[in-house]
């Protein structure tokens, strides 16, 4: 059962991979390991970041040990929900499960990075995860 005092999260694909590479990873678990805070993840995302970290070019900028690290994180400490029948909903198709967990998980916030959600985590207590020259690329899909 829902906790009314927690916000669901969805992190996706591209953010998670930032976090590896930029080497900020541990502040992310942290964080998304708050008692307030409960990470949403689907197979269909934890499917995608585990392909795209095992690409050739990005797989030299981060340990195995770390990529286990988030997929233990992302299979143990998360709501996972599972979608069905995801009707096309974005530009890019590969996006439309995305927006579907967040509806059927009622998520808070469906996250691919930006300076709202640096915000956040620095009002929540935590350091600001803002990478440089990332700015630009993240954005709030979904939020409150």
């Not at 590896?20 to 678990?29: E, N, P, S």
């Not at 998304?32 to 995608?48: G, I, T």
Request: aromatic share 10%; hydrophobic share 40%.
């Amino acid at each position: 059962m829902r906790s009314d005092c927690k916000t669901r999260i969805i992190v996706d694909t591209n953010l998670w991979i930032s976090f590896l590479i930029g080497k900020k990873l541990a502040g992310l678990l942290d964080f998304l390991s708050d008692e307030k805070v409960e990470l949403v993840v689907s197979q269909e995302l934890l499917n995608e970041v585990l392909e795209v970290a095992s690409r050739p070019k990005l797989k030299k900028y981060f340990s195995q040990e770390h990529l286990n690290l988030v997929e233990d994180f992302m299979t143990q400490e998360t709501l996972f929900c599972r979608i069905n029948n995801v009707p096309a909903r974005c530009r890019d198709s590969k996006d439309d499960y995305l927006l579907e967990l967040a509806l059927v998980s009622k998520a808070n916030y469906l996250i691919t990075g930006d300076m709202e959600f640096d915000a956040l985590i620095s009002s929540s207590g935590y350091s600001s995860f803002v990478h440089e020259n990332f700015e630009d690329y993240y954005h709030l899909v979904v939020g409150e």
